[in-house]
């Protein structure tokens, strides 16, 4: 039983550590893609979530064709995770272009573990636990803080934005981050019932990206413009997309949806310290005490459960807000 349980969590662990390594990775994005100020939003979301997919599909062809027959049994939810997939990006940097950088991201962002619960509550029957309320509280909070400093530091001309754009950017918001939890929640589906994290996620991001191609097609003439447009687009694509997804996968394999799309509230911490860092922008008091309790939500999620778990684990009573979503509960 020791054994096992010590198993148990060094797995959470590391499913922990690949969603963290992942959501480094979207961090890098917003730095990215001021070294290609001539490319719209809607084209950098095509070309990094759109050939991102494709390249996924593409590497993971041969664990495709070998588990065609148990990924057709979840048609249904391939087909969901795919179309959530093809909206994602674009609810996101349209919400971000609508209600500005800093609304858009803490909805869009923010909005995605709450999502992610709702569904997993639904479909799953699955109880929220005290540890996941209260990380997702200081995490969400964190965020909060943080887009209000980013706000508040933001040029006084570029943040003028009607009442209607707004309230249409919050509702892009609320679209992006329901289609991030929905995705993030049919792939860990897939993967519970025995499909590989590498088939579950070059099956759903492959059919997302060709989704996408259309609006690349029809956005993305900037990208070849220039080299460095071209190089800004190859990043994105390979680096935050390919890979952070790749790493992402691996991530749902050991926790619930709920836990990963939480835990990627580190995302717009180290895009915040990249700002400060690379682009040379300002960062309040208020931001970095938003980013102190995003790593206290961290913390919290990733601490590893006391052995008194484990005495309540052979009674039938335990709960652990981390296991995945496809244990029994023991």
């Not at 001539?38 to 084209?43: F, H, I, N, R």
């Not at 940097?93 to 991201?105: D, E, N, P, Q, R």
């Not at 993030?184 to 590989?196: E, N």
């Amino acid at each position: 039983m020791t054994r096992l349980a010590g198993h148990a969590a060094g797995s959470v662990g590391m499913g922990s550590l690949c969603v963290l390594l992942a959501s480094v990775l979207w961090g890098t994005t917003g730095t990215a893609a001021t070294f290609a100020p001539a490319v719209g939003p809607l084209a950098i979301g095509a070309a990094a979530m759109g050939l991102g997919g494709l390249l996924q599909a593409l590497m993971a062809a041969p664990r495709i064709a070998r588990e065609t027959s148990g990924l057709r049994a979840q048609r249904g939810v391939v087909v969901l995770g795919a179309l959530a997939v093809g909206a994602y990006p674009l609810a996101f940097y349209s919400s971000m272009h609508l209600a500005g950088v800093a609304a858009g991201t803490v909805v869009s962002i923010g909005s995605a573990p709450l999502a992610s619960a709702v569904i997993e509550r639904v479909v799953d029957k699955r109880r929220l636990t005290r540890r996941w309320t209260t990380g997702a509280a200081l995490g969400l909070t964190g965020t909060v803080l943080l887009c209000a400093a980013e706000a508040a530091e933001a040029p006084s001309g570029t943040g003028t934005h009607s009442a209607q754009t707004t309230v249409l950017g919050v509702a892009l918001g609320l679209v992006a981050g329901f289609t991030y939890a929905l995705y993030s929640w049919a792939a860990h589906r897939l993967i519970s019932h025995g499909v590989t994290s590498g088939a579950a996620m070059g099956t759903v991001f492959g059919l997302g990206g060709l989704l996408l191609l259309p609006v690349l097609l029809a956005t993305g003439a900037p990208l070849l413009d220039s080299w460095s447009n071209a190089a800004v687009g190859a990043y994105m694509a390979l680096v935050p997309m390919f890979t952070g997804y790749v790493l992402f996968g691996w991530g749902l394999a050991h926790v619930p949806a709920s836990t990963a799309t939480t835990l990627s509230l580190l995302e717009p911490a180290v895009a915040a310290v990249l700002a400060v860092l690379v682009v040379g922008e300002r960062l309040p008091l208020l931001g970095w005490a938003g980013i102190a309790l995003v790593l206290g939500c961290l913390a919290v999620l990733t601490t590893p459960t006391r052995p008194a778990a484990k005495t309540r684990a052979t009674t039938g009573t335990r709960e652990d807000s981390a296991a995945p979503a496809a244990d029994p509960v023991r």
